[in-house]
Each structure stands twice: as structure tokens, then as C-alpha cells.
């Protein structure tokens, strides 16, 4: 396991995840925002009707984190470390985890 940092235009948050999450962080993102979210019967929770009739995702780190410990990693569980307050998407983030993978939703 693996620390990583996640934020969804708020606080940044680290997180312990699977190492194979974290080596490719981007890539396990991307999957969950652009296939998973829009198409899984699973995630039809989070898409909503928007003012114009158009469909909304609507989620959060912490959503990304159900769905590695549901869907992706079950014998593996994510969980949450620590909040470590607004840093600017990465700009201020605290020395000790500027090297830690990062993705902002």
C-alpha cells in the first residue's frame, strides 16, 4: 500500500492505496471519470439531470475511493489518512508528501 493525495477542487486528502493504484494513478483516475462514471450501470447514482436536460457526474475523491474498494481492489482496501487542507492543486503541498502521486477530480 501506497500514499497518494486526491482532491476534487477542495481540500487535498491522502489516502493509502494499492500500490498498482499508485504507480499509475492517472491512468486508474481516467478510467473511473471517463468509463465507469458516464457508462456503469453501478454509477447511475451519481449521474444527474442537469437545468438543460443534459447528464451531470456528480462525485468526489471519496467516490473514486468506493469504487477502488468495491469494483477494483475488494481484497485490497483504500482508506482515508489524512486531510491536509487547501494546497492550490499541488502548489502548497506540505514537503513531506510533495512527492506523493496527486490527481484532482
Known amino acids: 500500500m501506497k500514499k497518494i493525495i ?3 477542487d477542495s481540500d487535498s ?3 493509502l492505496v494499492p500500490d498498482e493504484v499508485a ?3 492517472d491512468e486508474y483516475c481516467m478510467e473511473f471519470c471517463d468509463k465507469w462514471l458516464p457508462t456503469s450501470p453501478d454509477a447511475e447514482k451519481y449521474r444527474v439531470i442537469g437545468e438543460e ?3 451531470v457526474l456528480c462525485y468526489s475523491e ?3 475511493i468506493a469504487y477502488l474498494n468495491e469494483f ?3 481484497e485490497c ?8 487542507g487547501w494546497t492550490n492543486f499541488g502548489e502548497n503541498t506540505p514537503g513531506k508528501y510533495k512527492d506523493l502521486p496527486w490527481f484532482n477530480f
Open 6 to 8: 486526491l482532491s476534487a
Open 13 to 15: 486528502m491522502i489516502y
Open 23 to 25: 504507480d499509475n494513478l
Open 53 to 55: 436536460g443534459e447528464t
Open 62 to 64: 471519496e467516490t473514486f
Open 72 to 74: 477494483v481492489f475488494p
Open 77 to 84: 482496501k483504500s482508506v482515508f489518512v489524512k486531510n491536509i
